[in-house]
């Protein structure tokens, strides 16, 4: 396993990554999943116009904002009503942006703002090396979202990845984000590790024009073989925000 990367944010406190596989590039670019409901929504926003500065000095870049319209399946427990996407040119300009004082302030705007946090990191697997497909330059809020996470072994997926994209451009769904779980973050004080909540071994997001069609791709026998390679599936509708 590779070695952890790891920031010291205080003289008794650092921030870890930690891979969770094997050929995990602390190079290669990093997408944070942050699944949560929110406490205090004014807050949030609050929150969210001061970090974006500091995410931005570190040349992250907000990929997806969207918001719960209803779930498809899945356990109850696991439904949060917001999604962010942000991506990171590798895992220590994750680190560096924790570096910041100010942005370590900040953040206890998020903490007050936020309930059932869930917070990991993604590598993302799409054939193209950049976000795409869901005209991402110029989203339409009348768009809906699939948003798919699972636990599971993985290997499904990466072996039969094409033929899943391809099943959904038959239903005129876009793929837009498909990634992997790679690492996890855990916080150290004073020796004691306490890991971030995250159920997740990879992710998927589709774009589609209606729920219609978004209702029959998930009933394709190829997209069922997918869910029945999985131990759980998460299936919800969002729409994107951002």
């Not at 309930?115 to 768009?143: M, P, Y």
Request: glycine share 4%.
């Amino acid at each position: 396993m590779q070695a952890s990367l790891s920031t010291n944010i205080s003289a008794t406190e650092k921030v870890v990554i930690k891979p969770v596989l094997e050929n995990f590039d602390q190079n290669a670019q990093l997408c944070a999943i942050n699944w949560f409901d929110l406490r205090h929504p004014w807050l949030y926003t609050l929150y969210a116009a001061l970090a974006t500065r500091y995410v931005r000095k570190v040349s992250g870049k907000l990929c997806f904002k969207g918001k719960l319209v209803k779930r498809l399946e899945g356990p109850a427990e696991q439904q949060r009503d917001n999604l962010l996407i942000v991506r990171y040119p590798t895992a220590r300009s994750f680190l560096d942006l924790v570096d910041y004082k100010v942005f370590q302030i900040v953040s206890v705007l998020r903490l007050a703002a936020v309930r059932k946090f869930c917070f990991g990191f993604t590598e993302n697997i799409l054939v193209k090396t950049h976000l795409s497909g869901a005209k991402d330059s110029s989203f339409t809020k009348e768009q809906f979202y699939l948003v798919h996470h699972f636990q599971g072994d993985a290997k499904w997926l990466n072996d039969n990845r094409r033929t899943v994209f391809a099943t959904a451009q038959r239903y005129r769904l876009e793929t837009y984000f498909c990634g992997l779980t790679n690492a996890s973050i855990v916080r150290e004080k004073t020796g004691k590790q306490q890991s971030v909540d995250f159920f997740m071994d990879g992710i998927l997001l589709f774009a589609a024009d209606s729920t219609d069609a978004v209702e029959t791709f998930i009933r394709d026998d190829v997209y069922t073989a997918f869910k029945h390679s999985n131990t759980q599936n998460s299936l919800y509708l969002f729409k994107r925000t951002h």
